[in-house]
């Protein structure tokens, strides 16, 4: 049995927007933990439509009461879907050399406080864009734009010695993926394709290298 107190930093796909059991793929990865026996405390720190460069702003503070070091503590990141929309102004919203650079600002921090995993993005319905943000912004999300993306992160990655999961192919061409999104918006699936990714990241020897 592992004690540990986990903090997942990140967007709305961190906070499980539009799944149905208000879970997202972090409560139902942590609950899965739960129910084998572990000792989980998990603090979902996502924030709807935030890039890289506004999670990297607040990621600290709100970690550190969180994870005091008289408790064993660990961060899992996952962010960048936001960074390659496309907003009103016709450009994305952080280019993709800057959110390399937020990237490698933000994890070597956090990679030198406490173990940090990397979770990837994850691709979208494009048939469903643009989406509509709040009135009168609307937001125009690619999987291609963000493949390119996720393909820097991984090398990035590899250079600091931070595991990182890429779930923007494999999740491609998961049928229960696709599906997902006739509940949701586009751009957040439901419950299923939380799942999915709970599924997937549990398998994941990174992951099992902290509880097993």
């Known amino acids: 049995m592992t004690a540990l107190r986990i903090c ?6 961190i906070n499980g927007t539009n799944d149905e059991e ?4 972090p409560g139902r990865l942590c609950a899965a933990e739960c129910a084998r026996g572990h000792e989980l405390t998990y603090y979902n720190l996502g924030v709807r439509a935030e890039t890289s460069e506004q999670i990297e ?3 600290r503070a ?3 009461p969180r994870l005091l070091d008289i408790h064993p503590g660990a961060l ?13 102004s016709g450009e994305v919203r952080v280019s993709r050399q800057r959110s390399l650079e937020v990237a490698k600002k933000m994890l070597g921090q956090a990679q030198q406080w406490k173990p940090t995993l990397w979770i990837g993005p994850v691709p979208v319905d494009e048939t469903q864009q643009p989406f509509q943000s709040a009135p009168g912004v609307a937001y125009h999300f690619s999987t291609g734009r963000m493949a390119e993306l996720c393909r820097d992160y991984e090398t990035l990655a590899a250079e600091m010695g931070i595991p990182y999961l890429k779930l923007i192919e494999p999740l ?14 586009g751009v957040h699936p439901a419950g299923p394709g939380y799942q999915l990714m709970a599924d997937r990241i549990s ?8 509880l097993d």
Do not use: H, P, Y
């Open 8 to 13: 997942f930093v990140g967007d709305s796909l």
């Open 62 to 64: 709100e970690c550190e």
């Open 57 to 59: 702003m607040r990621w």
């Open 203 to 210: 398998t994941w020897t990174a992951w099992r290298n902290w």
């Open 76 to 88: 899992v990141f996952s962010f960048g879907v936001n960074d390659m929309a496309i907003e009103n």
């Open 22 to 25: 208000f879970q997202g793929w």
């Open 172 to 185: 491609a061409g998961e049928k229960v993926w696709q599906e997902s999104f006739r509940q949701g918006d």
